[in-house]
């Protein structure tokens, strides 16, 4: 009888065990589906994007300046001018008012 | 040539061209001042090919003629003359040139005058008549902030721009920029130009000029600019090359306005400056809406913090200056109070006096992390 017992008692622990991990995998199914959704969205949206950018040759015009835009952004924060002065020159001296003022402008 | 003047007359005209003098230079004669002598005056002239000065001086001629004296031994003894009538006798052949004074007298050997560059005479039509006075304190405000660096020549200059009746004085290093406007009052209205004067000449130009009311003749030649007052010609050749557009880096609006009393900015800024100059210039502002906090850390030394009243509008903000930009700029307004006008501790700050819209000095923040 006590060994029925402690038996008993082992097959609950093992089933709690299965219990909780059915659970977690229950969670990470739902997580999976959420960013499976998100995924799907985007790739929409990027989809959606395309097509519309093929029709409109101004938009992809916007599109490649602003991607212009932001290497000159990137140029800058890794010290080098992008005004017209010194363009690609090291910024040995800390900001400058011309590289400034042009990012500010746009 | 023989010429009796005295002490001022010769020290008045040696001290007005010798900063034109070339101290090294492959041309011997530029390491000169040329003395010329014709009907009632003597004409004092030096140049380093850059920079031409000319000072006439009256004195009594007894014969035309002119020599070219060494720069550094004519000048020390000019200035240690006595105060008597001086006679002053070259002779043309070799130039050996005899200075006399009461019993005493000075040789000094000369080079041939005719040796020496004519400096150009300009026929321009584009003339402008401004008042010294006016002149110099315009060139005062903007001509600290160029840039030394001869490796970017158009910073080294000072930016005139002439249009609509309006003159601009602009000089940049790219980290600071002072811009000064002012109305052309001789109406001048149809002289339009744009040129870049070297920064080092306007300084020398501001040394010589006396001011007390009289005029300043500016003409304007091919590649050179000739400054003309009473008794003293001062030509300069100008930077070749494109300023660049000042206008697009000069902030419209703000999100901070500040006003506060000059001369507590003045000496808090420079107590602060004590301890920056150990790092790298840094003195910290954290603007709150009745008081301004003003510190500075140098780990190694100490620390200071400060707090000046203001009059602020706006957003609070924080910000950081290299404290030798914002003194320089302290030391030359003139008004009680000056402004700030800030947007964000990334953006350039503004400084003006208080009610004057002609004078506006741009300074980029320093990054704090």
New interface residues.
Partial sequence: MKQLNALLAEFEDKMKGLMQELQSLKTRAYALEDENEKLRREIMDVYQYYLKDAADPKNRQEQSQKHGFENLVRLYSEGFHI????FGQLRS??????C???L??K | MKVIASKDNFLHGVQVVQRAVSAKNPLPVLTGILVKASEGHLTFSATDLELGIECVVPVTVEEQGGVVLPAKYFTEIVRRLPDVAINFESNKEKNNTIIKYGQSEFNLLGMPEDDFPLLPKIDSDSILTVKQEHFKTMIKQVGFATSNDDN?P?FTGILMEIEQGNMKLVA?D????AYRTSLIENGEEVLEKSVIIPGKTLNELNRIMTGEGEDLRIAFGENQVVFEMPGIRFISRLIEGQF??YR??I?QGCKTKIKVKTKELMDSAERASLLAKEGSNVIKFNIEEEYMLISSNSPDIGKIEEQIPIVMEGEKTQIAFNSKYLIDVIKIIDTDEMILELTGPL??GIIKPIDDESYIY?I????VV
Avoid: Y
């Fill in positions: 005004c017209n002065l010194h001296e800390g900001d400058c008012l011309f400034m003022g042009f500010d402008k | 970017r158009i940049t790219t980290h600071r920029l660049p557009n697009q880096v902030p953006s350039p741009l980029l923040p320093i990054r």
